[in-house]
Protein backbone atom coordinates (compact mmCIF):
# COMPACT_ATOMS: atom_id res chain seq x y z
CA UNK A 1 0.00 0.00 0.00
CA UNK A 2 1.54 2.99 -1.11
CA UNK A 3 -0.15 5.75 -0.22
CA UNK A 4 -2.10 5.16 3.21
CA UNK A 5 -3.50 8.56 4.64
CA UNK A 6 -6.78 7.21 5.46
CA UNK A 7 -5.87 6.18 9.15
CA UNK A 8 -7.77 8.42 12.13
CA UNK A 9 -5.79 10.34 12.96
CA UNK A 10 -4.91 11.86 9.47
CA UNK A 11 -8.92 11.96 9.44
CA UNK A 12 -9.33 14.02 12.34
CA UNK A 13 -6.61 16.51 11.49
CA UNK A 14 -8.27 17.23 8.15
CA UNK A 15 -11.63 17.18 9.96
CA UNK A 16 -10.18 20.29 11.83
CA UNK A 17 -8.75 21.79 9.29
CA UNK A 18 -12.08 21.94 7.98
CA UNK A 19 -14.64 22.70 10.72
CA UNK A 20 -11.91 26.17 12.52
CA UNK A 21 -11.48 26.75 8.41
CA UNK A 22 -7.79 27.59 9.54
CA UNK A 23 -4.75 27.43 6.70
CA UNK A 24 -2.03 27.47 9.97
CA UNK A 25 -2.65 23.80 10.58
CA UNK A 26 -0.56 20.93 8.81
CA UNK A 27 2.74 21.54 9.38
CA UNK A 28 5.08 20.87 12.75
CA UNK A 29 4.30 24.23 14.13
CA UNK A 30 1.99 26.85 13.45
CA UNK A 31 3.50 29.94 11.52
CA UNK A 32 1.72 33.08 13.30
CA UNK A 33 0.97 36.39 11.54
CA UNK A 34 3.76 37.76 14.08
CA UNK A 35 6.49 35.22 13.02
CA UNK A 36 6.06 33.43 15.63
CA UNK A 37 6.02 29.67 15.71
CA UNK A 38 3.81 27.25 18.26
CA UNK A 39 3.82 23.62 18.40
CA UNK A 40 2.26 21.03 21.21
CA UNK A 41 2.93 17.80 21.80
CA UNK A 42 1.20 15.34 24.52
CA UNK A 43 2.94 12.15 26.17
CA UNK A 44 0.55 9.39 27.85
CA UNK A 45 1.44 7.07 30.26
CA UNK A 46 1.10 3.58 28.54
CA UNK A 47 0.93 5.13 25.14
CA UNK A 48 3.84 7.39 24.51
CA UNK A 49 5.53 5.84 27.77
CA UNK A 50 6.35 3.77 30.51
CA UNK A 51 7.28 4.39 33.34
CA UNK A 52 8.77 0.74 34.39
CA UNK A 53 10.74 1.53 31.53
CA UNK A 54 12.14 5.14 32.03
CA UNK A 55 13.31 7.27 34.85
CA UNK A 56 11.03 10.81 35.42
CA UNK A 57 14.40 12.77 34.76
CA UNK A 58 14.45 11.12 31.15
CA UNK A 59 10.95 11.38 30.71
CA UNK A 60 11.12 15.66 31.49
CA UNK A 61 13.79 16.05 29.09
CA UNK A 62 11.94 13.76 26.26
CA UNK A 63 8.84 15.49 26.67
CA UNK A 64 10.30 19.21 26.14
CA UNK A 65 12.68 17.42 23.67
CA UNK A 66 10.19 16.13 20.92
CA UNK A 67 8.56 19.59 21.18
CA UNK A 68 12.10 21.52 20.46
CA UNK A 69 12.26 18.66 17.34
CA UNK A 70 9.32 20.46 16.08
CA UNK A 71 10.64 23.62 16.13
CA UNK A 72 13.69 21.94 14.37
CA UNK A 73 11.55 20.53 11.63
CA UNK A 74 10.32 24.30 10.62
CA UNK A 75 14.06 25.86 11.29
CA UNK A 76 12.99 27.84 13.99
CA UNK A 77 14.40 29.15 17.26
CA UNK A 78 12.59 27.86 20.84
CA UNK A 79 12.10 30.70 23.37
CA UNK A 80 9.55 29.66 25.51
CA UNK A 81 7.57 26.40 26.97
CA UNK A 82 4.31 26.25 28.87
CA UNK A 83 4.14 22.45 31.02
CA UNK A 84 0.88 21.45 31.47
CA UNK A 85 0.62 17.79 33.53
CA UNK A 86 -1.89 15.74 35.30
CA UNK A 87 -0.49 14.04 37.90
CA UNK A 88 -2.09 10.39 39.03
CA UNK A 89 -2.22 9.61 42.79
CA UNK A 90 0.62 7.22 42.58
CA UNK A 91 2.99 9.86 41.00
CA UNK A 92 4.83 11.22 44.77
CA UNK A 93 6.03 14.65 45.34
CA UNK A 94 10.13 12.94 44.86
CA UNK A 95 9.42 11.59 41.03
CA UNK A 96 7.67 15.40 40.22
CA UNK A 97 10.55 16.89 40.99
CA UNK A 98 13.18 14.22 39.20
CA UNK A 99 10.16 15.13 36.26
CA UNK A 100 11.02 18.94 36.54
CA UNK A 101 14.38 18.42 36.82
CA UNK A 102 14.63 16.56 33.15
CA UNK A 103 12.70 19.55 31.98
CA UNK A 104 14.70 21.82 33.25
CA UNK A 105 17.89 20.50 32.15
CA UNK A 106 16.29 20.14 28.62
CA UNK A 107 15.21 23.69 28.89
CA UNK A 108 18.63 24.96 29.75
CA UNK A 109 20.85 23.13 26.99
CA UNK A 110 18.09 24.39 24.25
CA UNK A 111 18.09 28.35 25.79
CA UNK A 112 14.32 27.85 26.13
CA UNK A 113 12.63 29.20 29.49
CA UNK A 114 9.68 27.26 31.35
CA UNK A 115 7.02 30.40 31.60
CA UNK A 116 4.22 28.06 32.70
CA UNK A 117 1.27 25.87 32.44
CA UNK A 118 -1.09 23.88 34.66
CA UNK A 119 -1.33 21.15 36.95
CA UNK A 120 -4.08 18.72 37.52
CA UNK A 121 -5.11 15.06 38.70
CA UNK A 122 -6.01 12.12 36.38
CA UNK A 123 -5.70 8.30 36.57
CA UNK A 124 -2.56 8.18 34.17
CA UNK A 125 0.05 10.28 33.70
CA UNK A 126 -0.01 12.67 30.88
CA UNK A 127 2.13 15.81 30.09
CA UNK A 128 1.45 18.24 27.55
CA UNK A 129 3.95 20.99 26.39
CA UNK A 130 3.31 23.89 24.40
CA UNK A 131 6.83 25.64 22.99
CA UNK A 132 6.78 29.28 21.54
CA UNK A 133 9.74 30.05 18.99
CA UNK A 134 10.84 32.41 16.52
CA UNK A 135 11.43 32.40 13.14
CA UNK A 136 14.73 31.68 11.68
CA UNK A 137 16.01 35.17 10.23
CA UNK A 138 16.67 33.18 6.66
CA UNK A 139 13.32 31.73 6.64
CA UNK A 140 11.11 28.98 7.44
CA UNK A 141 10.77 25.24 6.27
CA UNK A 142 7.50 23.78 5.34
CA UNK A 143 6.77 19.97 4.83
CA UNK A 144 5.28 21.19 1.05
CA UNK A 145 8.36 22.71 -0.52
CA UNK A 146 9.91 19.85 -2.50
CA UNK A 147 10.29 20.17 -5.83
CA UNK A 148 11.01 17.45 -8.45
CA UNK A 149 15.15 17.36 -9.61
CA UNK A 150 15.59 18.35 -5.43
CA UNK A 151 17.75 15.40 -3.18
CA UNK A 152 16.47 14.06 0.08
CA UNK A 153 19.12 14.12 2.69
CA UNK A 154 18.55 13.51 6.40
CA UNK A 155 20.27 13.93 9.59
CA UNK A 156 21.54 11.09 12.19
CA UNK A 157 20.50 7.38 11.70
CA UNK A 158 17.14 5.55 11.98
CA UNK A 159 15.65 2.93 13.78
CA UNK A 160 17.71 3.60 16.59
CA UNK A 161 14.85 4.98 19.13
CA UNK A 162 12.56 1.65 18.28
CA UNK A 163 15.65 -0.72 19.16
CA UNK A 164 16.10 0.83 22.38
CA UNK A 165 13.01 0.30 23.41
CA UNK A 166 13.17 -3.35 22.11
CA UNK A 167 16.58 -3.28 24.25
CA UNK A 168 14.92 -1.58 27.57
CA UNK A 169 12.11 -4.53 27.69
CA UNK A 170 14.77 -7.03 27.02
CA UNK A 171 16.71 -5.77 30.23
CA UNK A 172 19.65 -5.65 28.16
CA UNK A 173 22.28 -2.98 29.37
CA UNK A 174 24.91 -4.09 26.30
CA UNK A 175 23.26 -1.17 24.12
CA UNK A 176 24.29 1.95 25.47
CA UNK A 177 23.54 4.14 22.49
CA UNK A 178 20.32 3.44 21.23
CA UNK A 179 18.70 3.54 24.23
CA UNK A 180 20.30 6.81 25.17
CA UNK A 181 18.89 7.80 21.70
CA UNK A 182 15.24 6.24 22.65
CA UNK A 183 15.32 7.54 26.56
CA UNK A 184 17.11 11.27 25.89
CA UNK A 185 16.51 12.19 22.21
CA UNK A 186 18.07 15.45 21.31
CA UNK A 187 16.50 17.83 18.97
CA UNK A 188 18.61 18.81 15.84
CA UNK A 189 18.50 22.67 15.57
CA UNK A 190 21.40 23.20 14.79
CA UNK A 191 21.59 20.85 11.74
CA UNK A 192 18.26 22.81 10.82
CA UNK A 193 19.61 26.31 11.40
CA UNK A 194 22.22 25.01 8.73
CA UNK A 195 19.97 24.85 6.24
CA UNK A 196 18.21 27.33 6.64
CA UNK A 197 21.11 29.41 6.53
CA UNK A 198 22.04 27.85 3.35
CA UNK A 199 18.78 27.25 1.76
CA UNK A 200 17.23 30.32 2.72
CA UNK A 201 13.78 28.63 3.30
CA UNK A 202 13.97 27.04 -0.20
CA UNK A 203 12.64 23.18 -0.21
CA UNK A 204 11.14 21.15 2.43
CA UNK A 205 11.36 20.07 5.95
CA UNK A 206 10.35 17.36 8.69
CA UNK A 207 10.99 15.43 11.70
CA UNK A 208 10.75 11.87 11.72
CA UNK A 209 8.78 11.91 14.67
CA UNK A 210 6.71 8.75 13.26
CA UNK A 211 9.25 6.92 11.28
CA UNK A 212 11.17 7.73 8.46
CA UNK A 213 8.39 6.37 6.00
CA UNK A 214 5.81 8.33 7.56
CA UNK A 215 7.86 11.51 7.19
CA UNK A 216 8.80 10.58 3.22
CA UNK A 217 5.07 10.27 2.35
CA UNK A 218 3.90 13.21 4.37
CA UNK A 219 6.47 15.65 2.38
CA UNK A 220 5.37 13.53 -0.97
CA UNK A 221 1.68 13.88 0.24
CA UNK A 222 1.56 17.79 0.24
CA UNK A 223 4.62 18.49 -1.88
CA UNK A 224 2.58 16.97 -4.60
CA UNK A 225 5.59 14.60 -5.86
CA UNK A 226 6.98 11.46 -5.93
CA UNK A 227 10.28 10.31 -3.69
CA UNK A 228 12.90 7.54 -4.93
CA UNK A 229 15.60 6.21 -1.83
CA UNK A 230 18.12 4.40 -1.84
CA UNK A 231 17.74 1.35 0.35
CA UNK A 232 21.51 0.79 1.11
CA UNK A 233 21.46 4.78 1.45
CA UNK A 234 19.61 5.10 4.88
CA UNK A 235 22.03 5.51 8.08
CA UNK A 236 21.66 2.58 10.31
CA UNK A 237 23.99 2.55 13.51
CA UNK A 238 25.52 -0.78 13.94
CA UNK A 239 24.09 -1.22 17.63
CA UNK A 240 20.10 -0.81 15.60
CA UNK A 241 21.19 -3.80 13.42
CA UNK A 242 22.39 -6.14 16.21
CA UNK A 243 19.72 -5.62 18.46
CA UNK A 244 17.08 -6.27 15.48
CA UNK A 245 18.75 -9.57 14.94
CA UNK A 246 18.21 -10.25 18.39
CA UNK A 247 14.96 -9.45 18.53
CA UNK A 248 13.78 -11.17 15.07
CA UNK A 249 13.32 -7.67 13.50
CA UNK A 250 15.01 -5.92 10.23
CA UNK A 251 17.00 -3.28 10.90
CA UNK A 252 15.84 -1.99 7.57
CA UNK A 253 12.13 -2.58 8.96
CA UNK A 254 12.81 -0.51 12.29
CA UNK A 255 14.66 2.41 10.21
CA UNK A 256 11.48 2.69 8.15
CA UNK A 257 8.77 2.83 10.50
CA UNK A 258 9.86 2.62 14.26
CA UNK A 259 9.74 6.21 14.89
CA UNK A 260 11.05 8.12 17.89
CA UNK A 261 14.19 9.15 15.80
CA UNK A 262 13.28 12.96 15.46
CA UNK A 263 15.76 13.24 13.22
CA UNK A 264 15.75 15.68 10.28
CA UNK A 265 14.22 14.74 6.63
CA UNK A 266 14.71 17.20 4.25
CA UNK A 267 14.44 18.19 0.14
CA UNK A 268 16.39 20.95 -1.15
CA UNK A 269 18.02 21.53 -4.46
CA UNK A 270 21.84 19.65 -5.89
CA UNK A 271 23.18 23.70 -5.38
CA UNK A 272 22.38 23.97 -2.21
CA UNK A 273 23.36 20.33 -1.06
CA UNK A 274 27.01 21.52 -2.62
CA UNK A 275 27.18 24.35 -0.64
CA UNK A 276 26.72 22.15 2.83
CA UNK A 277 29.24 19.88 1.18
CA UNK A 278 31.51 22.45 0.70
CA UNK A 279 30.94 24.03 4.25
CA UNK A 280 33.28 22.13 5.71
CA UNK A 281 30.40 20.64 8.52
CA UNK A 282 28.30 18.07 6.89
CA UNK A 283 26.04 16.10 9.26
CA UNK A 284 23.73 14.88 6.77
CA UNK A 285 22.94 11.59 4.62
CA UNK A 286 21.98 11.83 0.46
CA UNK A 287 19.54 9.13 0.81
CA UNK A 288 17.45 9.78 -2.30
CA UNK A 289 15.98 12.04 -5.38
CA UNK A 290 12.72 13.61 -5.31
CA UNK A 291 10.52 12.93 -8.74
CA UNK A 292 7.31 14.17 -10.62
CA UNK A 293 5.66 10.66 -10.18
CA UNK A 294 3.86 10.41 -6.85
CA UNK A 295 4.67 8.14 -3.95
CA UNK A 296 7.28 6.81 -2.26
CA UNK A 297 9.67 4.20 -3.42
CA UNK A 298 12.62 2.16 -1.68
CA UNK A 299 14.80 1.28 -4.71
CA UNK A 300 17.94 -1.32 -4.42
CA UNK A 301 19.82 -3.28 -7.02
CA UNK A 302 17.35 -5.34 -7.48
CA UNK A 303 13.62 -4.34 -7.06
CA UNK A 304 11.38 -1.23 -6.33
CA UNK A 305 9.08 -1.64 -3.85
CA UNK A 306 6.49 1.22 -2.64
CA UNK A 307 6.56 1.93 1.09
CA UNK A 308 3.78 0.15 3.29
CA UNK A 309 2.49 2.68 5.95
CA UNK A 310 0.06 0.12 7.55
CA UNK A 311 3.76 -0.92 9.56
CA UNK A 312 3.64 2.90 10.83
CA UNK A 313 3.20 3.89 14.34
CA UNK A 314 -0.99 4.50 15.27
CA UNK A 315 -2.08 6.16 17.98
CA UNK A 316 -5.68 4.21 17.82
Not at 28 to 33: G, S
Not at 56 to 64: R, S, V
Not at 85 to 93: G, W
Not at 155 to 178: E, M, P, T
Amino acid sequence: MTENFSNREQKLIKSIKEWTEERLIGDDCALLPGQDIVTSDLLVEDVHFSLALTSPQDLGWKALAVNLSDIAAMAGRPRYALVSISLPATFDDRQFQELYQGLIECAKAHKTRIVGGDLTGGDKLVISVTLIGDVHESGCFFRSGATAGDLVIVSGDFGASAAGLNALRQGSGLYRRIIEKHLRPYPRLCESWLLARTCQGRGALMDASDGLADALLQISRLSGVGIAIQQDAIPIHPETISMAKSAGQTALELALYGGEDYELVACLSEIDWGKIQESGHNPFTLIGKVEKESGVRLCSDHSVTPLDMSKTFRHW
